[in-house]
């Protein structure tokens, strides 16, 4: 496949994301700007945070008057599933330059990790259709809170958390249209009564963090036995 194929099918497949990207991203800035955040400074929390549940809370905590170390760990904590996703998904990156590596990493969002975790089931992956696929959804992000930011005073916030719904709708019709397995739905089900648990008990995000680890623990170990099973069987 030529690189402009492989540039359109990046782009092809980052299509649901940007359409949900967009009013999310533009519901940060209206929140954002509406609270009296600078308009530059909503637009570089994007540029420079881009994850969507930790902006949010940035500026909730920033607004709550928290001191800037409280504030800092707490967003790295949120993302700190991130380092997840790179140590799952590098093994197939490992012949890229240190460039390429770098700018992928930027990019791994929830939604972006769960297709591309797919895709490179299927094929190895090519550095033009991955960057293409992860900067157009950088791109959707972007625009978004430039349109929120710049309307942020006119629109009611109440009016803009409307669209709150439809960041974890997309992320659940990606993880529900993925390979699916017994495993999996375990590792799904465990991840998410831990999260919780975790939120009931006000241990803020870390049940996030500790309902992805332990939920994939388990689901692997749901794995090994059905494996071993029918290993036995055999």
């Keep these: 496949m030529n690189n402009r194929?492989?540039?359109a099918k990046g782009i092809r497949d980052a299509v649901p994301i940007i359409l949900a990207y967009f009013p999310i991203a533009m519901t940060f800035g209206v929140i954002s700007t509406g609270n009296g955040i600078p308009w530059l400074v909503t637009i570089l929390i994007s540029v420079w945070v881009y994850a969507g549940g930790a902006q949010f809370m940035l500026v909730s905590l920033a607004l709550a008057g928290s001191s800037v170390i409280s504030t800092v760990a707490t967003v790295l904590l949120v993302n700190l599933r991130h380092f997840l996703y790179g140590t799952s998904l590098g093994p197939a990156f490992i012949h890229w330059s240190e460039p390429k590596k770098w700018l992928s990493a930027f990019g791994l969002t929830d939604e972006v990790f769960v297709v591309a975790s797919n895709r490179y089931l299927q094929e190895p992956p090519f550095p033009r259709y991955h960057l293409a696929f992860v900067f157009a959804c950088y791109g959707s992000w972007l625009a978004g809170t430039l349109v929120g930011a710049s309307i942020g005073q006119t629109?009611?916030?109440a009016v803009s958390q409307i669209l709150g719904f439809a960041l974890p709708a997309l992320f659940l019709a990606l993880l529900l249209s993925s390979k699916r397995s017994g495993a999996h739905i375990a590792a799904a089900i465990f991840g998410a009564i831990l999260a919780v648990a975790a939120h009931l008990l006000q241990l803020g995000n870390v049940g996030l963090v500790?309902?992805?680890?332990?939920?994939?623990?388990?689901?692997?170990i749901c794995q090994n036995f059905v494996e071993s099973c029918k290993q036995?069987?055999?």
Excluded at 210 to 220: E, K, M, P, Q
């Design 232 to 234: 036995t069987n055999l």
């Design 210 to 220: 500790v309902g992805a680890v332990i939920g994939a623990t388990l689901g692997l």
């Design 5 to 7: 194929r492989l540039i």
């Design 155 to 157: 629109v009611p916030a």
